[in-house]
């Protein structure tokens, strides 16, 4: 089957899997350019949500730098003959494709992470990996989640708190600039917000590790976030969002006392930079502010991505040979401490003032972030035949 790029709003429907091996192997590239030191790199590592993004980047980095066996959970569509899997379906099968070599073993559980049968199935196959984790990575960036104790389902949502929010945004689909208004959320918006992305599951995979002894001694466990600057704040960080952000940092907290007194080991919060990934496409605001942030970085020269976010996590704050990890006042890893240097953001707000529909291209890297957002499903990468007619579901036999 021959396939094509189908955007239905912030969401690409389809997604092409000699693309996203064409991804996945520059990630790997990446990460084989910063081999860590054998002696304090990570042994095992679980990777909770690692098909896209920051989770996929991390498990990358597990296998390519650090030489660690991975487990990778995730929740993804298989492909059927007429029909693509989900572009993190692909990502999968290409890491696994290009890890057969490896003298690390790499196991994947493709289920729901927030069921208490996916925490089961990793108690299972920690079993055959010979042990448990010295390094725990939850990246999970689901906008709805099942209670598994009470059934209950909650549904997160993109709203400001107290007051209606006014701002630019970018329409990607008419790449028009306009104004946008949205409606503070509820009570129960806010609260339903925090039960699905603050750290509510994060706590009880950690208890259930635990309780299972699957934490290795001095083990990490890191957590995803993102903060976010100024034109942002009202929508994001002050937002519900925000508000369940804010819900996870104070989990770590009580996680590392916990860990501590079980496994001598400690629990984090990392704080990245804006990237382009399906969840923040769908983030009022952001698809603007991430296509002019990446302009302005790229004049600096501190543009990252992904991959290289967490390259340098792993060198530079987690395995450095040092006994500390870096962290800032609360306790935080500040991988976006790039983004929001002071010279970047009086940029951002100077730039953000001119931003018209019509200067659009010329005041942002616009194309960039159109092209980033392709990549994320597969389509849009060089050397790759998009004529070609593939097998979508045994696609990487010839490869």
Known sequence: MIVKPRIKGFVCITSHPIGCMASVKEQVGIAQSAILDNEVSPKRVL???????????SRIASAFSAGADT?????????????????????????????????????DINGDAFSNECKLEVLQKSKEMGGAFDLVIYSLAS???TDPESGLAYRACLKPIDAVYRNKSLDTDKEE???????????????STRKVMGGEDWKLWTEFLLKENLLAKGCMNIA?????????QPIYRNGTIGRAKEDLEDTAAGLTQLMKKVCAGSAYVSVNKAVVT?????????????????????????????????VRMFKDRLYNGKSEVL?????RIRLDDWEMDQD????????????????????????????????????????VNYDEDIDLVDPFTSS
Not at 76 to 99: H, I, M, V
Not at 284 to 310: A, D, N, R
Not at 349 to 374: G, V
Request: glycine share 8%.
């Open 344 to 383: 970047v953001q009086d940029e951002v707000m100077k730039a953000w003032a001119t931003i018209t529909t019509e200067n659009l291209n010329q005041t942002t890297n616009y194309r960039e972030y159109q092209s980033e957002f392709l990549k994320l499903f597969g389509f849009g990468i060089e050397g």
């Open 278 to 310: 399906q969840a923040s496409s769908a983030i009022p605001v952001v698809p603007l502010y991430v296509s002019l942030l990446f302009k302005i970085m790229h004049s600096k020269g501190t543009h990252e991505g992904c991959i290289e976010q967490i």
């Open 177 to 191: 600039v306009k104004e946008i208004s949205i409606e503070p959320a509820s009570i129960d918006e806010i609260e």
């Open 47 to 57: 990777v909770i949500g690692a098909s896209t993004g920051y989770g996929l980047s």
């Open 224 to 232: 995803y976030s993102y903060i976010g600057p100024a034109v942002t």
């Open 327 to 331: 962290v800032d006042d609360n306790n």
């Open 71 to 107: 487990l990778g959970v995730y929740f993804e569509r298989p492909p059927k003959p007429d029909k693509p899997a989900s572009a993190g379906f692909y990502n999968s099968l290409a890491f696994n494709k290009l890890t057969k070599d490896l003298s690390s073993k790499h196991l």
């Open 143 to 145: 906008p709805r989640r």
